[in-house]
């Protein structure tokens, strides 16, 4: 008998360090995902969504599923926090191909939940992953174009200065005479009149396209830029019918309008603790923002309005380029760009917004094409020997 005592000691002994290396390899596994969520841990009914709809329920019955999850919130407050994970992974009551399975799958899971602490502060969005690359690029893009251009028209004899030097014989360039290439419409935005027109275009986009980027990521602000570069010489083509088009003016405005689509859809995210004393978020709040972004759009298009209509010998700015980058900005950004907490009225207002961008750009691509005013068409060779 104590010899037998013995191995069953050795043997629970075994059994306990093998259930210990089980606890320890599941909290160092799982530790990082249930650390984003915080004390709070991570909501039930989420991770039963997200845990359906990464198939677990083909293997799992929904109702063993459930009856799982419910014996792991041992404390009733509808959250699953790590300790509680791990004694469920670890207690009887669980399987051997369900703790498979579930391990499997529950780290995609959790990934795919949103911490409260995210839900409740649009600043906790901030980051760099990916990092913002789409803007840093389409600038060294209009640079190294803006070279290239200068370059060959000093080989001609032409020289580049604060304000000239756009080259007019360019395929890139918008010209109403030329609208049968259409790449024009979208191109014409890495063509400048002059180092100041692209200097300032480049701060314009780099400080407002790079904070967009760090939450919303370079897929989206790539999406608005170029579609606000198209709505702007499209609604440049509806409103100037003679007159050529340059410069990235109408993606800068798109990023304008995609800031002020987001503090629509992320007004109360952005006023998170914003009164508590923290200078940081009383300037990142919706209220500062939207006055900014406001008092900068109506300022920089009256003093186009000003040197377009009663500045002689100015160089003609596309005013409505600005106003379309920036409405195409506004009408794209409200369903494209990133929601922290989407309500209902922001999901129908962002169907109608696109609605009203497709029209805008169904209804100026029929004017482009039926209306006679435009100057007669150039079907000579685009590019000079």
């Not at 409260?116 to 600038?139: G, T, V």
Request: some cysteine.
């Amino acid at each position: 008998m104590p010899v037998a005592g013995r191995r069953e000691r050795r043997a629970g002994s075994r059994e306990e360090v093998a259930m210990e290396e089980r606890r320890s390899e599941l909290i160092r596994r799982f530790r990082p995902m249930f650390d984003k969520h915080g004390r709070q841990g991570v909501p039930l009914k989420d991770l039963r969504e997200e845990l359906e709809e990464e198939g677990l329920t083909e293997s799992i019955a929904p109702e063993r599923l459930d009856e799982l999850l419910r014996r792991a919130d041992q404390d009733g407050d509808k959250r699953i926090r790590l300790g509680e994970f791990v004694r469920m992974m670890t207690g009887d009551y669980v399987q051997e191909h369900e703790r498979k399975k579930i391990g499997g799958i529950l780290g995609a899971a959790i990934a795919n939940i949103v911490p409260q602490s995210m839900r409740e502060d649009f600043i906790a969005h901030y980051n760099c992953k990916p990092p913002p690359i789409f803007m840093i690029f389409i600038s060294i893009a209009e640079i190294v174009v803006f070279i290239v251009y200068a370059e060959e028209q000093k080989s001609r004899g032409v020289a580049t200065t604060a304000t000239t030097g756009v080259p007019l014989y360019s395929p890139l360039l918008y010209k109403p005479d030329r609208r049968y290439e259409a790449w024009r419409f979208v191109t014409y935005m890495l063509l400048h009149q002059g180092y100041i027109h692209l200097i300032s275009n480049l701060i314009f986009q780099l400080l407002l396209g790079l904070p967009l980027e760090l939450v919303h990521k370079f897929w989206r602000v790539f999406l608005i830029y170029v579609l606000g570069v198209l709505a702007g010489s499209l609604a440049h083509s509806v409103t100037d019918h003679s007159v050529s088009l340059c410069g990235a003016s109408g993606g800068c405005y798109a990023l304008i309008g995609a800031h002020i689509a987001s503090i629509i859809t992320n007004w109360k995210e952005m006023n998170y603790k914003c009164c508590d004393g923290s200078i940081v978020r009383f300037l990142l709040s919706a209220p500062v923002r939207l006055t900014v972004f406001l008092v900068l759009s109506i300022g920089d298009t009256s003093v186009a309005v000003y040197r377009r209509f009663f500045e002689e010998g100015a160089t003609k700015i596309g005013i409505s380029a600005h106003i379309g980058g920036m409405l195409a900005g506004l009408l794209v950004g409200i369903p494209l760009l990133k929601n922290v907490n989407e309500l209902t009225w922001e999901k129908r207002l962002g169907w109608v917004s696109l609605v009203i961008y497709l029209l805008f750009t169904a209804f100026c691509m029929f004017f482009n094409g039926l209306y006679t005013g435009y100057p007669e068409t150039d079907w000579t060779s685009c590019c000079p020997a």
